[in-house]
């Protein structure tokens, strides 16, 4: 029986923390309570969320640690109102230098807990609150990837094959005449760009130049693009002239379309195949649709057309080059994020 995600981030938790408590219940260590906090705080989403989060509370642990072994032997002769809000703003002012979201709140709290509760016991506190905030930040990131693993590169990935077939159904749609609703592709396109944030932790400090990085933006300007052309290819009125000519064109262009549609599924079946394929072979080779026009019995056709039917017809080929380019452009950039992988 295949479980929710809800079900399995819940259970993926309750077994990170049952194995972190009993881990370190058996070393006979004091505050082993704090290893559990960690895994419960930064467990969330993916495994580059969940590294952010963890990130950031080892560096506001380590902030509010160092704070108070320096802050408290020298101002606890100070009234307790005047020297603990003076070691949380410095607190502040060092985590707000780091840019740290998340981190300042864990290191006013360390800063809090040593002055109020472990001050007698410093020396042997702060080291121990340090080991146990890194061990249940390791654990949590070990069991997303242990524990039915919650990857955002593989995210971004499956996000992609989805866009793309529900591209190739708007498109088969569009062919038919039938109505296409754009918002689910767009909606789709701006939760891939919302969740490759966490993908791009995932991929290191030099994410941008990843194979990965390359590729998932190489498609996301391929897709954007082929949702704008699709919008504007709606607004326009279908090829209903009877003269011959016209007939035969719209005959040529359908089959066009159809072989754009079976490009976009040889995309997801090769994102399907790997992590980072090769983009299909043999390459895309787009034709100008405008070089139809060179036939006499066309061109004739055309010359008896309101002017505003001609102009519309013109931008119905422009499209339809556009479409073609964009996805031989996608499949040269796809082709150069591999190499760039090979070579680096």
Same mark, same amino acid.
């Given at each position: 029986?295949?479980?929710?995600?809800?079900?399995?981030?819940?259970?993926?938790?309750?077994?990170?923390?049952?194995?972190?408590?009993?881990?370190?219940?058996?070393?006979g260590?004091?505050?082993?309570?704090?290893?559990?906090?960690?895994?419960?705080?930064?467990?969330?989403?993916t495994?580059?969320?969940?590294?952010?989060?963890?990130?950031?509370?080892?560096?506001?642990?380590?902030?509010g640690?160092?704070?108070v072994?320096?802050?408290?032997?020298?101002?606890?002769?100070?009234?307790?109102?005047?020297?603990?809000?003076?070691?949380?703003?410095?607190?502040?002012?060092?985590?707000?230098?780091?840019r740290?979201?998340?981190?300042?709140?864990?290191?006013?709290?360390?800063?809090?807990?040593?002055?109020?509760?472990?001050?007698?016991?410093?020396?042997?506190?702060?080291?121990?609150?340090?080991?146990?905030?890194?061990?249940?930040?390791?654990?949590?990131l070990?069991?997303?990837?242990?524990?039915?693993?919650?990857l955002?590169?593989?995210?971004?990935?499956?996000?992609?094959?989805?866009?793309?077939?529900?591209?190739?159904?708007?498109?088969?749609?569009?062919?038919?005449?039938?109505?296409?609703?754009?918002?689910?592709?767009?909606?789709?396109?701006?939760?891939?760009?919302?969740?490759?944030v966490?993908?791009?932790?995932?991929?290191?400090?030099?994410?941008?130049?990843? !194979?990965?990085?390359? =590729?998932?933006?190489?498609? *996301?300007? #391929? @897709?954007?693009?082929? /949702?704008?052309? $699709?919008? +504007? &290819?709606?607004?326009?009125?279908?090829?209903?002239?009877?003269?011959?000519?016209?007939?035969?064109?719209?005959?040529?262009?359908?089959?066009?379309?159809?072989?754009?549609?079976?490009?976009?599924?040889?995309?997801?079946?090769?994102?399907?195949?790997?992590?980072?394929?090769?983009?299909?072979?043999?390459?895309?080779? !787009?034709?100008?649709? =405008?070089?139809?026009?060179? *036939?006499? #019995? @066309?061109?004739?056709? /055309?010359?008896? $057309?309101? +002017? &505003?039917?001609?102009?519309?017809?013109?931008?119905?080929?422009?499209?339809?080059?556009?479409?073609?380019?964009?996805?031989?452009?996608?499949e040269?950039?796809?082709?150069?994020?591999?190499?760039?992988?090979?070579?680096?």
């Amino acid at each position: 029986m295949a479980l929710s995600a809800a079900l399995r981030s819940n259970l993926r938790l309750t077994l990170t923390v049952a194995v972190v408590q009993g881990f370190a219940s058996r070393t006979g260590l004091a505050d082993i309570t704090y290893a559990s906090l960690a895994v419960l705080s930064v467990s969330v989403g993916t495994y580059g969320e969940t590294f952010e989060l963890g990130r950031q509370r080892l560096i506001g642990t380590l902030i509010g640690a160092l704070v108070v072994l320096i802050a408290y032997p020298a101002l606890r002769g100070l009234p307790l109102v005047v020297g603990l809000p003076l070691a949380l703003l410095f607190t502040r002012l060092v985590a707000g230098g780091l840019r740290l979201t998340v981190g300042y709140s864990v290191g006013c709290m360390v800063v809090v807990m040593g002055w109020l509760v472990h001050a007698s016991q410093l020396d042997s506190w702060v080291p121990l609150r340090l080991f146990w905030t890194l061990f249940g930040v390791l654990m949590a990131l070990w069991s997303l990837r242990l524990f039915w693993p919650a990857l955002a590169r593989r995210q971004q990935q499956e996000g992609l094959i989805k866009l793309l077939g529900q591209l190739q159904q708007a498109w088969e749609l569009h062919r038919q005449h039938q109505v296409v609703p754009l918002a689910p592709l767009r909606s789709a396109l701006l939760d891939l760009r919302n969740q490759r944030v966490g993908a791009l932790r995932e991929l290191g400090s030099a994410a941008l130049n990843h !194979p990965l990085a390359r =590729l998932w933006q190489s498609f *996301d300007s #391929a @897709l954007e693009d082929q /949702i704008l052309i $699709l919008g +504007e &290819a709606k607004r326009l009125p279908p090829l209903s002239w009877q003269d011959p000519a016209f007939v035969a064109l719209g005959q040529q262009l359908t089959v066009r379309l159809r072989a754009v549609e079976q490009r976009l599924v040889l995309c997801q079946e090769r994102l399907r195949s790997r992590m980072v394929p090769p983009p299909p072979a043999p390459p895309w080779q !787009p034709i100008d649709h =405008l070089v139809l026009c060179d *036939d006499p #019995a @066309l061109a004739q056709a /055309i010359s008896g $057309l309101p +002017e &505003a039917a001609r102009r519309k017809f013109a931008t119905r080929l422009l499209l339809l080059n556009r479409l073609e380019q964009g996805l031989a452009n996608l499949e040269v950039q796809w082709g150069a994020a591999i190499a760039s992988g090979r070579d680096g």
